[in-house]
């Protein structure tokens, strides 16, 4: 059993009790609060549940096996063992895999957001060919793209773009791209054929419903204007951009444009879409800093201003500075093969979580 996994099943247990209690079940809000957090345990609990039944009966399948005199028995009683070992296995790297998520973690829904850093021109180059990395990565996986703001660069690109990423798996997937990467290359602008480096920031922000993230009225200042740049008439005469203005429990004004839709309406609901996100993205990282104390070490805390990644293109050399992991084939990564890099971490973070490093 992983030690770690002791209190959750206890919890699990506890809460199984709770929900057959007659008294919570004639409060209706308690009884849905109970059994959200009995649902999302029970993603982690039941497996390794399961796990522990299983060495059970190996165990007594290999006692059988031996007192058996029969060779017949002995080898259909070998033959089970095989059989539940491998299920052991399975459940083992699933059990390991999920506790890289906390119970209440697992959102299927996450904003990105991906602006250019220093560079220049350059910079908003790199930060399109980010935004282009992560798409096809998500087309392969089957996820949802919407597009929700955008900026473009003068020469390409993107000043900054703002998109959200939907389906299953996909914060267990996506979660370690947030923070600063670089890029070196020769600039197509570039006429000595010098290597220049430049940046980009990434966020990756789950987005939570409007129960986990409240935002009263009061908190917030909403102004409309006409919004600006492409689009056509109908963007620049009416005053369908909206900008947000939030400030409470965070140490800086938090503020939110979305210009992009056709309808205020619209554009309101994606504004208020990334605000609870961002407001959300400042309580995790509050929360990973107070875990992080406990553990061994940190791959990062998942802040913009960390730099994660280079990706060298004259050498064709990606480099995971968190856990110091060279590749050669930026050419397949930047065209959205990037399961290699999202794998290595993964594993690293299990290490880590187990105290195997």
């Not at 703001?149 to 979660?175: P, W």
């Not at 939030?246 to 309101?268: A, F, L, M, W």
């Amino acid at each position: 059993m992983w030690p770690m996994l002791v209190p959750k099943i206890e919890r699990y247990h506890e809460l199984e009790r709770m929900l057959v209690d007659p008294e919570v079940g004639t409060n209706p809000t308690r009884y849905g609060t109970l059994a959200k957090e009995f649902s999302s345990l029970g993603k982690l609990v039941k497996p390794a549940l399961e796990y522990e039944q299983i060495i059970e009966t190996v165990k007594q399948a290999e006692t059988l096996r031996a007192a058996e005199a029969d060779p017949e028995m002995q080898a259909y009683a070998a033959e089970e063992v095989n059989t539940l070992k491998k299920q052991l296995a399975a459940l083992k790297d699933r059990v390991e895999d999920m506790l890289l998520v906390e119970p209440g973690e697992d959102y299927s829904s996450l904003i990105v957001e991906i602006r250019a850093g220093t560079g220049g021109d350059e910079a908003a180059i790199f930060a399109g060919d980010l935004y282009e990395m992560y798409t096809r990565y998500a087309r392969t996986q089957g996820w949802n793209i919407e597009g929700i703001e955008v900026s473009l660069g003068e020469a390409g690109g993107f000043k900054e773009i703002v998109f959200s990423v939907s389906g299953e798996s996909v914060f267990q997937q996506l979660r370690y791209e947030s923070g600063g990467h670089r890029v070196q290359r020769v600039p197509k602008t570039e006429t000595q054929g010098r290597i220049h480096t430049s940046a980009a920031t990434v966020a990756v922000l789950p987005e939570p419903d409007e129960v986990q993230v409240e935002i009263k009225p009061g908190d917030l200042e909403v102004e409309t204007m006409r919004a600006g740049g492409a689009g056509g008439q109908h963007v620049n005469k009416t005053e369908s951009a909206i900008r947000l203005w939030y400030k409470k429990g965070t140490p800086e004004q938090i503020e939110v444009k979305c210009q992009d839709g056709r309808s205020q309406h619209k554009n309101k609901e994606q504004a208020m879409r990334v605000l609870r996100s961002r407001i959300f993205e400042f309580q995790q990282e509050k929360l990973h800093r107070e875990r992080s104390e406990n553990r061994k070490g940190q791959i990062g805390t998942g802040s913009r201003t960390d730099r994660i990644r280079t990706y060298n293109f004259p050498q064709n050399r990606v480099t995971d500075h968190r856990i110091n992991l060279t590749v050669h084939t930026l050419d397949t990564v930047i065209m959205g093969e990037i399961a290699g890099l999202i794998g290595a971490m993964r594993e690293y973070d299990k290490k880590q979580r187990l105290g195997q490093l």
